[in-house]
């Protein structure tokens, strides 16, 4: 990718993730001639849903958070595990989740009126717009036009703000997806609704800092709340649940910011918000403010929210079904970086850009023969850009002033190469404007690096493609998902798994 286009695709990130306005193919109404019935057909389950079932509420906004701030809001939350590969929906903080047969209701009653049109993603969006509308909060319009994910993860559910969390975290983690501290603020309001089990909350009753004994408590926490708690939640209780919000669990409102400020929020990261200035004078201001402020925060911040990481166009696909199972990637895929596979095919530029494959390989030929060492960094630049958010290019983003891309993580810092990329970009951009994704680019480029470096004439491989590129590049992501050479043989085989590569992948990879 040229250096003008990485710079604009960084630009492009930051302005997915930090504007309100939703760009890259979300609007309002999107389904307004597709399905134009679909946001009546949510409501209208939603609402048989919540008057038989209103503490569903809590769950399903939940919900839509959990997959927001894992791989984006693109349905990952929903896909069931594989025998090789334990998905989001089975780790441990989403174990508590409830709603999915909710989800699957919605789905069913969408295909039925437009089959194959309405993705899990923008239901999951739309329930929880409309749960809290129907506790009594205020409507905001939500762009639609989200596509579904195809891979899910259990370990990556590390990206969720734990309720043990302190300030410092819960900002940083909300700006790792773009988001504001006054959105932290805002969308914690979201625990005004909803009950949580007592293991979510004991260890501020019984075993703040370790010591395991009854004076081990939470300081942040009210001591009349804390007596209160304690006759409910006794040591290690996993059963028991209480109302997140009491007396008002089922309302959305602002009372859950008149408990914060009286030391009696649930979780320490709902007490946490009182920790820094401008939380805390959200927190302080909406105890005794009106509502109104508060819902058209709370809309503003949900539209942010649900713009994290969206698929749109051709970069995922469509299901009829929400629970469905994604499937292991095999070596040959891995090697064809075909985490898109059902978009993929041979020959995908073969009448719009029909020289791209001999523009990549003759680009990578002339530098190879400068420097026969290239080949390895471009090889090793498609393992990290596969093994962080699948094979989308995404490593060749640069970082902003908000936001440290993966090229700037640790493990990423002695990556080279770029300008082999940058130079079959631009012949590329030459040649077929605006046609051939660097995410190809990528691919091809380190099939060609090893068939030269081996000698061929021919390709040791053929590559399938038809990427398109990413525009969300975290250095976090690449920290914990890249393989570390300290690694021992379980780390690396867990590693392995968690992309759906085996112990054989494992051991030929390496070998290359």
């Known amino acids: 990718m040229a250096s003008k286009t990485r710079v604009m695709l960084s630009l492009a990130l930051s302005l997915a993730l930090l504007l309100v306005s939703v760009d890259a193919q979300l609007s309002i109404g999107y389904y307004s001639k597709t399905c134009p019935n679909a946001e009546a057909i949510v409501l209208d389950e939603m609402t048989k849903v919540i008057k038989v079932a209103p503490s569903l509420a809590g769950p399903l906004l939940r919900m839509h958070f959990h997959d ?83 891979v899910s993860i259990a370990n990556e559910t590390r990206q969720l703000p734990p309720a043990a969390a302190n300030i410092t975290t819960l900002i940083s983690m909300f700006a790792a997806n773009g988001l504001s501290v006054k959105d932290l603020v805002v969308l914690s309001g979201g625990h005004t609704i909803g009950i949580s089990h007592c293991v979510s909350f004991n260890a501020r009753l ?120 994604f499937f292991p990637v095999a070596l040959l895929s891995f090697l064809l970086g075909s985490s898109n596979g059902h978009y993929l095919k041979f020959g995908f530029y073969k009448m719009s850009c029909p020289e791209a494959e001999a ?74 404007p605006g046609t051939v994704s660097c995410a190809d680019i990528v691919a091809l480029a380190a099939r060609d690096a090893v068939s030269l470096a081996a000698g061929r004439g021919s390709n040791l491989y053929e590559v399938l493609t038809g990427r398109r590129d990413g525009v969300v590049s975290m250095a976090s992501e690449a920290v914990a998902n890249l393989p570390s050479p300290n690694e021992g043989f379980a780390s690396l085989k867990a590693d392995f798994a968690s992309k759906g590569l085996s112990v054989k992948d494992l051991v030929v990879l390496s070998d290359i």
């Open 359 to 432: 523009i990549v390989r003759k680009t990578v030929a002339s530098y190879l023969y400068q420097d026969r060492t290239v080949a390895a960094p471009l090889l090793r630049m498609h393992f990290h850009d596969c093994f962080v958010r699948g094979c989308d290019g995404s490593v060749l983003l640069n970082s902003t002033n908000t936001n440290t891309a993966e090229k700037d993580a640790m493990p990423n810092q002695t990556l080279d190469g770029f300008y082999v990329i940058d130079a079959a970009k631009a012949l590329l951009e030459k040649a077929c």
């Open 206 to 325: 019984y075993n703040f800092t370790g010591k395991a004994n009854q004076a081990d408590v939470d300081p942040t926490l009210d001591k009349y709340y804390l007596a209160k708690l304690r006759t409910i939640c006794k040591p290690n209780d996993r059963v028991t649940f209480v109302e997140m919000d009491p007396g008002s669990f089922r309302t959305f409102d602002t009372s859950y910011y008149k408990l914060v400020a009286k030391r009696r929020g649930l979780f320490h990261s709902d007490q946490a918000l009182l920790d820094h200035p401008l939380t805390k004078a959200y927190v302080l201001k909406h105890a005794g403010a009106s509502e109104e402020g508060f819902f058209k925060d709370f809309g503003d911040s949900m539209i942010s929210m649900g713009n994290v990481g969206v698929l749109t166009g051709t970069a995922a696909m469509d299901v009829r079904v929400c629970a469905r199972f």
């Open 68 to 150: 927001c701030f894992v791989r984006g809001c693109d349905a990952s939350v929903l896909l069931n595990s594989t025998n090789g590969v334990a998905a989001e929906k089975d780790a441990r903080p989403n174990l508590s989740l409830r709603g999915y047969g909710v989800i699957d209701r919605v789905k069913a009653r969408l295909e039925k009126a437009c089959p194959g049109v309405v993705s899990c993603a923008d239901i999951l969006a739309l329930v929880a717009r409309d749960v809290v509308v129907l506790s009594k909060g205020r409507f905001w319009p939500v762009p639609t036009g989200r596509k579904d994910g195809l």
